[in-house]
């Protein structure tokens, strides 16, 4: 199993970004996928997860109406769009494997800051 | 919301010890509790799944317990490798939560 976060960077207060996870080793169209967040020297933040077929998506109440979690499951992938980007949202964003969490990737880096 | 409250919040313990981390939920997730070991500047890793399945790999010292509300994560004898963050998360219902962590240094 390997699970591949693409797509952070350094980004404006009120900006949008999109990451990616590329995932391998396993039947990527069978799992929920999941994205968690951890912001610098703090906790574990779950953000959202994606039903196998993208017909159930849930969020954390304070990304919802702002991120957008999708999936193509031709492309063995998973994506964040991530629009009205805030402080707060500066984390590592990680990307996982079913809703309990079982795989994670190595997380990549969104900063947002003027 | 369910808000999920993990004690102690840090801790100091020896290599051999037993250690239990505890973790309370504000209502009822039935089983759906997992734990997580987080080393500094690495991914989190599952060790406990359905609060007391045992991830593939992870070593038998681990184990989980509790239901409905309660639960602990058991280290039955702390090594050298286990100093590190551990969190719980219940899965019960959305928004999914994780506990604040337990950090446990070397006494």
């Known amino acids: 199993v390997q699970l591949v976060e693409s797509g952070g960077g350094l980004v404006q207060p009120g900006g949008s970004l999109r990451l990616s996870c590329a995932a391998s080793?396993?039947?990527?169209?069978?799992?929920?996928m999941s994205w968690v967040r951890q912001a610098p020297g703090k906790g574990l933040e779950w953000v959202a997860n994606?039903?196998?077929?993208?017909?159930?998506?849930y969020y954390v109440d304070s990304v919802k109406g702002r991120f957008t979690i999708s999936r193509d499951n031709t492309k063995n992938s998973m994506y964040l769009q991530m629009d009205s980007l805030g402080a707060e949202d500066t984390a590592v964003y990680y990307c996982?494997?079913?809703?309990?969490?079982?795989?994670w990737g190595q997380g990549t880096l969104v900063t947002v800051s003027s | 919301d369910i808000q999920m409250t993990q004690s102690p919040s840090a801790m100091s313990a020896s290599v051999g010890d037993r250690v239990t981390i505890t973790c309370r939920a504000s209502?009822?997730?039935?089983?759906?509790l997992a734990w997580f070991q987080q080393k500094p500047g690495k991914v989190p890793k599952r060790l406990i799944y359905?609060?007391?399945s045992l991830q593939s790999g992870v070593p038998s010292r681990f184990s989980g317990s509790g239901s409905g509300t309660e639960f602990t994560l058991t280290i039955g004898s702390l090594q050298p490798e286990d100093f590190a963050t551990y969190y719980c998360?219940?899965?019960?219902?959305?928004?999914?939560?994780f506990g604040g962590g337990t950090k446990v240094e070397i006494k």
């Open positions: 996982a494997r079913e809703g309990a969490l079982s795989f």
């Open positions: 080793g396993f039947t990527f169209s069978s799992y929920w």
């Open positions: 994606i039903k196998q077929d993208g017909s159930a998506k």
């Open positions: 209502q009822g997730i039935s089983n759906y």
């Open positions: 359905a609060a007391s």
């Open positions: 998360l219940q899965s019960n219902s959305y928004p999914f939560t």
